[in-house]
């Protein structure tokens, strides 16, 4: 065996393929010509002040470069709009949902009275290859005049005694609840924020007796919440025909007149939402 120094040795270490140990092996070490790095010139020493200092004074500097996106205002968010009606029928549930949501207000219950009227039934052959059925509906017109039945045949139902009365008016007063209240300082439809923006325009003294009108309402009719079609109308208006519901004291013509104003509530909006019918 040759005799090496220590100098001329290295150790080489490596995996033995398809084995779980280590080879250990040695070789010679050959002498190599390595060219000399270039010389670099140290950097004075700063303080800790001084690089704050100069890494502000980048920031700023890079700022002024682009003033365009620091100072840009952010993007407005798009404005919600309607499908095409004859696509309603075949579009997928979660935008069959969107589209109640726009058109009335947010409730489970009323998604589970009309989602299994939107996909009309097709009574075919087995295995016989027809196109896609079209929309039950002409328009979104039809659509929520459709919608007012399915709700006025739940109101007739809760008031029956051959039904499970209980049950069918927790669903109805959950659908009629789903509108914000009158005069609310936080409303999450976009829809109702602009409608009700009439009625944000006076005193804090006036806000107030809405306020209580709402209250006195609710005790009155339990269950169920004042929803009534603004169409503009000041606070002073509102709050009248609030008293005269109030005091006529009738909770089965409440559920009419409710039904009636989200109908029409749905109609208006279906009027000012960009649709492509």
Same mark, same amino acid.
């Given at each position: 065996?040759?005799?090496?120094?220590?100098?001329?040795?290295?150790?080489?270490?490596?995996?033995?393929?398809?084995?779980?140990?280590?080879?250990?092996?040695?070789?010679?070490?050959?002498?190599?010509?390595?060219?000399?790095?270039?010389? @670099?010139?140290?950097?004075?020493?700063?303080?800790? &002040?001084?690089?704050?200092? =100069? %890494? +502000?004074? $980048?920031?700023?500097?890079?700022?002024?470069?682009?003033?365009?996106?620091?100072?840009?205002?952010?993007?407005?968010?798009?404005?919600?709009?309607?499908?095409?009606?004859?696509?309603?029928?075949?579009?997928?549930?979660?935008?069959?949902?969107?589209?109640?949501?726009?058109?009335?207000?947010?409730?489970?219950?009323?998604?589970?009275?009309?989602?299994?009227?939107?996909?009309?039934?097709?009574?075919?052959?087995?295995?016989?290859?027809?196109?896609?059925?079209?929309?039950?509906?002409?328009?979104?017109?039809?659509?929520?005049?459709? @919608?007012?039945?399915?709700?006025?045949?739940?109101? &007739?139902?809760?008031?029956? =005694? %051959? +039904?499970? $009365?209980?049950?069918?008016?927790?669903?109805?007063?959950?659908?009629?609840?789903?509108?914000?209240?009158?005069?609310?300082?936080?409303?999450?439809?976009?829809?109702?924020?602009?409608?009700?923006?009439?009625?944000?325009?006076?005193?804090?003294?006036?806000?107030?007796?809405?306020?209580?009108?709402?209250?006195?309402?609710?005790?009155?009719?339990?269950?169920?919440?004042?929803?009534?079609?603004?169409?503009?109308?000041?606070?002073?208006?509102?709050?009248?025909?609030?008293?005269?519901?109030?005091?006529?004291?009738?909770?089965?013509?409440?559920?009419?007149?409710?039904?009636?104003?989200?109908?029409?509530?749905?109609?208006?909006?279906?009027?000012?939402?960009?649709?492509?019918?």
């Amino acid at each position: 065996m040759p005799q090496f120094t220590p100098m001329q040795l290295k150790l080489r270490i490596k995996r033995i393929p398809n084995h779980n140990e280590l080879g250990v092996g040695f070789t010679t070490k050959e002498r190599r010509d390595v060219p000399t790095p270039p010389y @670099v010139e140290l950097q004075p020493r700063r303080t800790l &002040s001084e690089f704050m200092e =100069s %890494s +502000s004074a $980048s920031s700023s500097s890079a700022a002024a470069a682009t003033p365009d996106t620091a100072t840009a205002p952010p993007k407005a968010a798009a404005p919600p709009s309607l499908p095409p009606i004859a696509s309603l029928s075949t579009a997928p549930i979660k935008a069959q949902l969107a589209v109640l949501d726009l058109l009335f207000e947010p409730s489970t219950e009323l998604h589970t009275l009309v989602l299994p009227t939107l996909r009309p039934k097709r009574a075919s052959a087995a295995g016989a290859s027809e196109p896609p059925p079209e929309s039950p509906f002409a328009s979104y017109a039809s659509l929520i005049r459709h @919608v007012g039945s399915l709700v006025t045949s739940l109101s &007739s139902q809760s008031s029956s =005694s %051959s +039904s499970p $009365s209980a049950q069918q008016q927790k669903k109805l007063h959950g659908i009629l609840g789903s509108h914000p209240r009158l005069g609310a300082k936080k409303v999450e439809s976009v829809q109702s924020q602009a409608e009700q923006a009439q009625l944000n325009q006076g005193g804090a003294e006036e806000a107030e007796k809405l306020k209580a009108l709402n209250d006195e309402y609710e005790q009155k009719f339990p269950g169920l919440r004042y929803v009534v079609f603004v169409n503009g109308r000041s606070r002073p208006v509102v709050m009248e025909d609030m008293r005269r519901r109030i005091d006529r004291g009738d909770p089965k013509e409440e559920e009419q007149e409710a039904i009636r104003a989200m109908v029409d509530i749905a109609l208006d909006r279906a009027k000012k939402l960009d649709t492509a019918d």
